[in-house]
């Protein structure tokens, strides 16, 4: 049974920074391309961010391109989000995702395995 726990969600001051950590339990990482998506209060799950088996094969919003950047540890089976220049408009409920696949997605229908998310609030 894949697990995939959040970890780093807190309370930040507009322009500050946040690093998300998801680690992977029950399988090895490197089987997994791996995804952040988000929720904000009222609004529907948004991709962030996707990472494939390849370090190098990552996909970002629009939003958040050059602000955020995932990248992957496989020798410590985690996956981290890491998130600068934050506005209140990055506050929602944070996301880790994996599937069985070498590349990434933006569909959250392609992942088989969701965390229980970790609350980013920002505030201005």
């Known amino acids: 049974q894949v697990q995939l726990i959040e970890a780093g969600g807190t309370l930040v001051q507009a322009g500050e920074f946040v690093r998300l950590s998801c680690a992977v339990s029950?399988?090895?990482?490197?089987?997994?391309?791996m995804a952040w998506f988000r929720q904000a209060p009222g609004k529907e799950r948004a991709f962030v961010a996707a990472?494939?088996?390849?370090?190098?094969?990552?996909n970002y919003a629009g939003s958040v391109e050059g602000r955020f950047t995932i990248s992957r540890d496989n020798t410590k089976n985690t996956v981290y989000l890491q998130m600068t220049s934050l506005t209140p408009e990055d506050t929602a409920v944070y996301y880790c995702?994996?599937?069985?696949?070498?590349?990434?997605?933006?569909?959250?229908?392609?992942?088989?395995?969701w965390g229980q998310g970790a609350q980013v609030t920002v505030s201005s």
């Open positions: 995702a994996a599937r069985s696949s070498p590349n990434n997605s933006e569909n959250p229908g392609h992942y088989a395995y």
């Open positions: 029950g399988n090895f990482l490197d089987r997994y391309s």
């Open positions: 990472i494939g088996w390849k370090r190098e094969n990552t």
